[in-house]
T-cell receptor, first 114, second 112 residues
Framework: GENVEQHPSTLSVQEGDSAVIKCTYSDSASNYFPWYKQELGKRPQLIIDIRSNVGEKKDQRIAVTLNKTAKHFSLHITETQPEDSAVYFC????FGGGSEKLVFGKGTKLTVNP | DAGVTQSPTHLIKTRGQQVTLRCSPK?????VSWYQQALGQGPQFIFQYYEEEERQRGNFPDRFSGHQFPNYSSELNVNALLLGDSALYLC???????????FGPGTRLLVL
């Protein structure tokens, strides 16, 4: 079945450094890849998403890249700040094909040290 | 504009009992999905409702059932609760035809 692998499971960086989280998906028909940020006790919040017809998308300090051939996609956070500390989840779905569920990775706990 | 809302926020039940969780989608959204998030894990898809019908189902037993009302709100019912059903239950809504899903704050269920 569909599967999304996410690495690393924990990531600790110094404030101002960059952070990179990587995901691999198994379903080659996946075409939509969102990233969610979940703070402790809060709801997952969408921070950026990318569709399969785009290789890269950027929104201020956050960027996502997609390699469809390798079935990899990555989240890049630059100039990290303490408020970036949270658990980040990648997900994949096959939108429009009748299988529009989100399949999530297991999450990456990011800690940004002041 | 209210986002996705869920009730109750917390719930404690005992094994064998039944529970009903509720979700109101974001204004303008007509499609509701339910996810189970165990501690330390990513959300797992339970099912999706559109036009008051279950459109897609994940790998969950028939003890998990749902409903969508004409106003697009939804309920998740779980019968014969097991200890392993303890989790955060998340509702997500979107507009049919759009990929972006917005999550509610969740209901934290504890089964004793």
């Amino acid at each position: 079945g569909e599967n999304v692998e996410q690495h690393p499971s924990t990531l600790s960086v110094q404030e101002g450094d960059s952070a990179v989280i990587k995901c691999t998906y198994s379903d080659s028909a996946s075409n939509y890849f969102p990233w969610y940020k979940q703070e402790l006790g809060k709801r997952p919040q969408l921070i950026i998403d990318i569709r399969s017809n785009v290789g890269e998308k950027k929104d201020q300090r956050i960027a996502v890249t997609l390699n469809k051939t390798a079935k990899h996609f990555s989240l890049h956070i630059t100039e990290t700040q303490p408020e970036d500390s949270a658990v980040y989840f990648c997900a994949a779905s096959r939108f429009g094909g009748g299988s529009e569920k989100l399949v999530f990775g297991k999450g990456t706990k990011l800690t940004v040290n002041p | 504009d209210a986002g996705v809302t869920q009730s109750p926020t917390h719930l404690i039940k005992t094994r064998g009992q039944q529970v009903t969780l509720r979700c109101s989608p974001k204004s303008g959204h007509d499609t509701v999905s339910w996810y189970q998030q165990a501690l330390g894990q990513g959300p797992q898809f339970i099912f999706q409702y559109y036009e008051e019908e279950e459109r897609q189902r994940g790998n969950f037993p028939d003890r998990f059932s749902g409903h969508q009302f004409p106003n697009y709100s939804s309920e998740l019912n779980v019968n014969a609760l097991l200890l392993g059903d303890s989790a955060l239950y998340l509702c997500a809504s979107r507009s049919q035809g759009w990929e972006t899903q917005y999550f509610g704050p969740g209901t934290r269920l504890l089964v004793l």
